[in-house]
């Protein structure tokens, strides 16, 4: 906890300017939105499927490419249809 006590002929800007320093130094808000946004561990499973759906998709787009069709609306489409298998 930060406590800052107003001295002697100090202006209120000044104490919320001192405080604001303190709460900066101290790490306070880099802790807490460490905690609120912290992004849970992927599971070995997760981590292999998703390099397998990555894979999957630089196959797709490779062949798109060769065959001349890649485009947005195409590649959206054929995306899905990976996602549903």
Known sequence: MIEV?????????????????????SGVLVRARRVRFRAEEKSKRQL????????????LV???????KFDEENFKNTKKKLIKK
């Open 5 to 25: 006590k107003k001295k002697d002929r100090e202006t209120s800007e000044s104490l919320i300017r001192r405080f604001s320093r303190r709460v900066q130094q």
């Open 48 to 59: 292999r499927e998703g390099a397998m759906y990555k894979a999957e998709v630089r196959k």
């Open 62 to 68: 490779g062949r798109l490419k060769k065959l001349g």
